[in-house]
């Protein structure tokens, strides 16, 4: 098959992108331009897609022998990606740019363009299983990258290669070391790759500017202090709230509300959740039996817990949890997962908490 492989200039990609070379597969890499500032420099293992990981994907492509191509998707990644990330935190959500980024990026514009080319399939370094279509959790489970890409569709996902699932990622930085590519110890990429230094909430401020507003707590009603925009917090926060509410008992982000621009504290036993309601669910492959059971991640690093998933009248679904959980934020990915102990769990589908 002709395949196309996407090289972020990881030791992710670059495996993956070998491993579709032993196949036999006729691969040519690309690497994604995604930032306007041509020049971002790489700060460790803060940030990707830098002139630096540019420039390693092309040394192992050439170590491969395979064609190699900058495709630039700044503008594409800026507005589905980066402008997305700042609406949504100013409208009180919490997104997840990584899953975001394969929706619109990778397996949208990138898989798009390479079928118009004539080629069959993406190969990328996610850490995931992937077998006649159905997307499981890579059996590296610190690694495993499905939560993110449980907003693919059968026929993205059909369209898709990922070769590492089935591996560990120390054996992943083995295969690259006795292959002598240079990114075999690389540090993995952290955080959000578009705030290399990692400060979200100065991002989000030199984008929205100054919002200021009340913390009011839950329990007394009582304004307990001052903020400089909603952006700042997230559901289930509990560091860097900046107030004091009169005790030694620790206040979490309860709720967040950008018009009146208030932000409700209270204590544990108030934050935590029962049932989840989302919006409306897209699936990797047929659409399951409602109600159902299954497992559901309520975070990208979160544990999965059981659940009764029920379908709503407006076309979303209610999430009845087995266990209370805390730091649930609407924005944020609810992925159903079908537990399967011999195969793997497969990912269901998922959507985006609603509350």
């Not at 047929?286 to 991640?297: K, T, W, Y």
């Amino acid at each position: 098959m002709r395949i196309l492989a996407a090289m972020s200039g990881g030791v992710d990609s670059a495996v993956a992108a070998a491993l579709a070379v032993d196949a036999g597969h006729d691969v040519t890499g690309v690497h994604l331009a995604l930032s306007q500032n041509r020049q971002t420099l790489r700060s460790g293992s803060r940030g990707c897609c830098s002139v630096e990981d540019s420039h390693d994907a092309r040394r192992v492509a050439d170590e491969l022998g395979i064609p190699f191509y900058v495709w630039d998707m700044a503008d594409r990644f800026t507005e589905d990606v980066v402008d997305d990330f700042v609406a949504e935190y100013a409208a009180g959500r919490t997104p997840n740019p990584c899953l975001r980024c394969n929706e619109k990026i990778k397996f949208s514009a990138v898989l798009d363009r390479a079928r118009a080319l004539g080629f069959d399939a993406v190969v990328t370094g996610h850490h995931a299983r992937l077998a006649d279509g159905v997307l499981r959790r890579s059996v590296d489970a610190a690694k495993d990258q499905s939560y993110v890409l449980a907003v693919l569709t059968g026929e993205q996902l059909a369209a898709a290669m990922f070769p590492l699932g089935g591996m560990t990622k120390d054996r992943v930085r083995e295969i690259a070391a006795e292959r002598g590519f240079a990114v075999a110890a690389k540090p993995d990429s952290h955080d959000i790759c578009f705030i290399p230094d990692g400060d979200t909430r100065g991002f989000l401020s030199r984008k929205l500017g100054s919002r200021p507003g009340p913390v009011v707590d839950a329990a007394t009603g009582t304004t307990v202090g001052e903020h400089d925009g909603t952006y700042g917090f997230t559901i289930g926060q509990r560091k860097g709230l900046g107030v004091s509410a009169g005790d030694s008992r620790p206040r979490y982000v309860l709720g967040i509300e950008p018009v009146s621009r208030t932000v409700t504290i209270g204590t544990a036993d108030l934050a935590s959740v029962d049932e989840v309601r989302t919006g409306a669910p897209t699936w990797t492959g047929a659409a399951p039996a409602l109600p159902g059971r299954f497992e559901v991640q309520l975070r990208a690093h979160g544990s999965p817990v059981a659940c009764e998933v029920r379908a709503t009248d407006d076309g979303g679904l209610s999430i009845a949890l087995a266990e209370s959980q805390r730091g649930v934020a609407p924005g944020q990915s609810a992925v159903l997962y079908e537990p399967d102990a011999e195969r793997g769990d497969r990912v269901v589908g998922q959507a985006a908490v609603a509350l």
